[in-house]
Nanobody, 123 residues
Framework: QVQLVESGGGLVQAGSSLRLSCVGS???????MGWFRQAPGKEREFVAV????????YSADSVKDRFTISRDNAKNTLYLQMNNLKPEDTAVYYC?????????????????WGQGTQVTVSS
């Protein structure tokens, strides 16, 4: 089982940037990984996903052109670069590993979740 630890969240003003990191340890697997977020009172939603090789990425329409997912397999680290942050981006952000080698965008298709990192964007 892989353990995931997210970091990089914080309180920022609208228009700012943050870079989230997700470090994996233990039994890492050559699988796609994704970022999700959950705001208070809302369901966990898809943000972005990346293949093992990093050559294919998909992002939610709400973050496209602002957020970029990437990974460094040598460092067992997944990243989410977030630019031009908006108050509606406020949420706890989680990283997770796909249940198999396919690319998904639903939380139920991911395993090994991290504990999350809080991102708060003020207007």
């Amino acid at each position: 089982q892989v353990q995931l630890v997210e970091s990089g969240g914080g309180l920022v003003q609208a228009g700012s940037s943050l870079r989230l990191s997700c470090v994996g340890s233990g039994r890492t697997l050559p699988r796609p990984m994704g970022w999700f977020r959950q705001a208070p009172g809302k369901e966990r939603e898809f943000v972005a996903v990346i293949t093992w090789g990093g050559d294919i990425t998909y992002s939610a329409d709400s973050v496209k052109d602002r957020f970029t997912i990437s990974r460094d397999n040598a460092k067992n680290t997944l990243y989410l670069q977030m630019n031009n942050l908006k108050p509606e981006d406020t949420a706890v952000y989680y990283c997770a590993v796909s249940k198999d080698s396919f690319v998904y965008n639903h939380p139920a298709d991911f395993t090994s979740w991290g504990q999350g990192t809080q991102v708060t964007v003020s207007s």
